[in-house]
């Protein structure tokens, strides 16, 4: 079964600063699809940036890229020039890309990185 | 935009009681989900649809059960709630493609007393 790891409950930031948020992933498929989602205090969950497991380059949003290490199953998500808006629950979630039944497309989520930003 | 959305913000019930929360989605996703979150554990997978009328259990099905009678809409069903039960509920559609994206509802905060 594949596991999501986020090793670090609570982080900070000064705004305008960068942060850079850590999460490992256990699994034995080659092809895969990571994404980072936010969660602010309204409670709504949005996509944030997605990598392809089979794309070398790694994903860019705006101020949001991911640091991908397949080799090292590692998905670290870097927030440049953070600002207060970015303040949120932060989780890493795994989904496998090829079908084999009913359950495929179920995403597996970590516990969460709370992020705060201080003024 | 993608919208989900979910019948309740809060909602507080009593022990004991039969409980429904619904989920409606407008960009004809055939699969649907329903998670929940409780601090330091994440997000759950309670259950999940792929089609109408059909379901698959997810991580924590105990003391839930789901109704999908039509495409847009999923319901989770608490059939004697319990104060274990209390927690936010999340729901999510999502379509059959590989590279699909989870679209997520505003989640509704159950409390059971």
């Known amino acids: 079964a594949q596991t999501v790891t986020q090793s670090q409950p609570e982080m900070s930031v000064q705004e305008a600063e960068t942060v850079t948020l850590s999460c490992t992933y256990d699994?034995?498929?080659?092809?895969?699809?990571l994404f980072w989602y936010k969660q602010p205090p309204s409670r709504q969950m949005i996509l944030v940036i997605r990598?392809?497991?089979?794309?070398?380059q790694n994903a860019t949003e705006n101020r949001f890229s991911v640091n991908f290490q397949k080799a090292a199953k590692s998905f670290s998500l870097k927030i440049s020039d953070s600002q207060l808006g970015d303040a949120a629950m932060y989780f890493c979630?795994?989904?496998?890309?090829?079908?084999?039944?009913?359950?495929?497309?179920?995403?597996?989520f970590g516990k969460g990185t709370k992020l705060s930003v201080i003024p | 935009d993608v919208k989900v959305t979910q019948s309740s913000r809060y909602l507080v019930k009593r022990t004991g009681e039969k409980v429904f929360l619904e989920c409606v989605q407008d960009?004809?996703?055939?699969?649907m989900f329903w998670y929940r979150q409780d601090p330091g554990l994440g997000l759950r997978l309670i259950y999940f649809?792929?089609?109408?009328?059909?379901?698959e259990k997810g991580d924590i099905p105990e003391g839930y059960s789901v109704s999908r009678e039509k495409k847009e809409r999923f319901s989770l069903i608490l059939e004697s709630a319990s104060t274990n039960q209390t927690s936010m509920y999340l729901c999510?559609?999502?379509?059959?493609?590989?590279?699909?994206?989870?679209?997520f509802g505003p989640g509704t905060r159950l409390t059971v007393l």
């Open positions: 979630a795994y989904r496998r890309s090829s079908y084999s039944g009913a359950g495929s497309y179920q995403l597996t």
């Open positions: 960009m004809d996703h055939e699969n």
């Open positions: 699994t034995s498929e080659s092809d895969y699809y």
């Open positions: 649809s792929y089609d109408v009328k059909m379901k």
């Open positions: 990598q392809e497991a089979y794309k070398q």
């Open positions: 999510a559609g999502g379509i059959s493609k590989s590279t699909d994206t989870q679209y």
